[in-house]
């Protein structure tokens, strides 16, 4: 049987890859900044904790977060059940994930050329 965590990790992980079209940023450091920024706001919205929004770019993220926290509430009821060092552990599973996908293990040769 498969663990559970991963089980859960894959589901957040797919949603992003099917549903986020921020994913696919072009440049190594914007998917960087974006998958930070998204996440650690989707982090914080789930959490119940306060959200900075200081800047454009906060704002910016904070919108894609909102969205992507109300679909997780949504599709995957058991998130809404968990303790918050679970879902801390979670969504760092799922930052790390992300970033993977796209940016260290993409083939995408644009995000690290100098001239793009």
């Not at 992980?13 to 190594?28: A, E, V």
């Amino acid at each position: 049987m498969e663990d559970p965590s991963k089980v859960q990790l894959n589901q957040l992980t797919d949603y992003i890859m099917k549903n986020c079209l921020w994913q696919f940023h072009s440049r190594k450091w914007d998917r960087e900044r974006q998958n930070e920024g998204i996440l650690t706001k989707t982090k914080q919205i789930l959490l119940g904790e306060e959200v900075d929004l200081s800047t454009p770019a906060d704002r910016c993220y904070y919108a894609d977060a909102l969205c992507l926290a109300d679909a997780y509430k949504t599709e995957y009821p058991w998130i809404n059940d968990m303790s918050k060092d679970e879902l801390i552990q979670l969504m760092q599973q799922l930052k790390d994930r992300i970033d993977y996908v796209t940016i260290t293990g993409s083939l995408n040769a644009e995000l690290t050329d100098p001239r793009y």
